[in-house]
């Protein structure tokens, strides 16, 4: 059984930054690419970012590039989030997600195999 547990959420100003942990447990970690999806209410889901294995490729949404930065650590079965220069548009619950022993990184959600429980992630203008 795979399960990936984030954390890291919170509240912030805009301007601000925080990092996002996603922690994962079993095999399936070591071969697979990782994502980041984010959820606003009453919006659909939309990818953010996404890292391959072992951790060379990596691809982010327009709307987070240059400011958002994926980054993943093997040894710990880990993958990280860093958020900068916040601002209320990306306040939304975000999801970590894996694939099923795939290397490539994917910005459709339908890729990925497994989902964490979410974090919400607020920032205040």
């Known amino acids: 059984q795979v399960q990936l547990v984030e954390s890291g959420g919170g509240l912030v100003q805009a301007g601000g930054s925080l990092r996002l942990s996603c922690a994962a447990s079993?095999?399936?970690?070591?071969?697979?690419?990782m994502g980041w999806f984010r959820q606003a209410p009453g919006k659909e889901q939309m990818f953010v970012a996404a890292?391959?294995?072992?951790?060379?490729?990596?691809d982010y949404a327009d709307s987070v590039k240059g400011r958002f930065t994926i980054s993943r650590d093997n040894a710990k079965n880990t993958v990280y989030l860093q958020m900068n220069s916040l601002q209320p548009e990306d306040t939304a619950v975000y999801y970590c997600?894996?694939?099923?022993?795939?290397?490539?990184?994917?910005?459709?959600?339908?890729?990925?195999?497994?989902w964490g429980q979410g974090t919400q992630v607020t920032v205040s203008s």
């Open positions: 997600a894996g694939r099923a022993s795939i290397h490539s990184p994917s910005r459709e959600s339908r890729h990925y195999a497994y």
């Open positions: 079993g095999r399936t970690f070591s071969s697979a690419a």
């Open positions: 890292i391959g294995w072992p951790g060379r490729t990596t």
